[in-house]
């Protein structure tokens, strides 16, 4: 037997939750997790279930059988099988903590993923990403060959499959075409310091104006740059005894635990998009656990 989930979205209204568990056990299956969350703001309701079918029956025809429980609350929904793996392309250009940090967590199990390929405007990267067996793509970005540039990017993303880009601080700006036909599907990471401390060097401006926390940011991708729905945050805690460098490499760890934080989120289908905000519900018992260490 293996884990399935399912995820809903639709108006708020009386027996979602009732009607949702009662079909599951209907076609013999155990809720192994459930989360919700009903939104009176947005007047929208939120759930995701992970459950194990006990009786021989098949995703497809859990799903047939709860169409029309869907049509009936208007629901946006799917069913996921949790142990077929999320394909994603990651995007990197010359600061390769994130990247590097990715494919180790990749490596031993601890995110849902398959890393497909990695694209890149630079060969820095081209030996690490070609040893872990990945697909290495370097694509150069000017002013001049930026939508042939993206064209080409698109073809690798839709030739592997991949249903996930990633920034892995990729120093480009996407075009909104790009953005709009991805849209909910690329995650980026970047400094906590916007809308203060813009353009080069942040961490050497945060530095000068003597913060005592700096932090990361992990969000979608949004034709707004760097404005899109927030998955994931956290800071780490500076004092005035430290560095410009010493800001730079701690940035850097908070950077890499935030995306790692971020896909894993995505990958387990635990966020969903609200607005311009995220639910971003609670990992599941267990999904946290590496296939192996070292």
């Known amino acids: 037997m293996t884990n399935s989930c399912l995820t809903v979205t639709c108006a708020r209204q ?4 009732a009607a949702i568990s009662g079909k599951l056990a209907e076609m013999g299956c155990n809720i192994t997790d459930s989360s919700q969350f009903d939104d009176p703001q947005t007047d929208q309701f939120f759930m995701r279930v992970s459950f194990t079918p006990e009786t021989g029956i098949d995703l497809a025809e859990i799903e047939e059988s709860f169409a029309p429980i869907a049509k009936d609350f208007g ?6 099988d949790e142990s077929v793996k999320m394909k994603v392309v990651i995007m990197v250009s ?12 990749v490596r031993i199990g601890a995110l849902p993923v398959e890393i497909v390929a990695v694209i890149s405007n630079h060969m820095d990267y081209q030996k690490v990403v070609v040893n872990n067996d990945i697909p290495f793509h370097c694509i150069k970005v000017t002013k001049e060959n930026k939508p042939e540039a993206e064209a080409a990017i698109m073809k690798v993303v839709e ?17 909104d075409e790009m953005c709009q036909k991805m849209s909910g599907r690329i995650i980026n990471i ?7 401390f813009k353009g080069a060097n942040p961490y050497k401006q945060a530095y000068a104006r003597g913060v005592k926390l700096i932090g990361a940011t992990s969000h979608y991708v949004t034709a707004d740059l ?4 927030i998955i994931e945050q956290d800071t780490v805690r500076v004092t005035h005894a430290q560095s410009p460098e010493d800001y730079v490499s701690l940035g850097r760890d908070v950077e890499s635990q935030v995306l790692a934080r971020a896909i894993h989120a995505h990958a387990n289908h635990r966020v969903f998009l609200n607005g311009n905000k995220t639910v971003v519900f609670q990992a599941s018992p267990g999904s946290y656990s590496s296939e192996r260490m070292g």
């Open 159 to 175: 030739d592997s499959g991949a249903e996930l880009i990633v920034l892995a601080r990729y120093m480009q700006i996407l075009s």
């Open 190 to 196: 970047h400094h906590s310091f916007l809308p203060s």
């Open 226 to 229: 760097d404005e899109g729905p």
């Open 94 to 105: 010359r600061f390769g903590h994130c990247l590097n940090d990715l494919l180790y967590r």
């Open 14 to 17: 009386r027996g979602i939750v």
């Open 75 to 80: 629901m946006t929904y799917a069913f996921h």
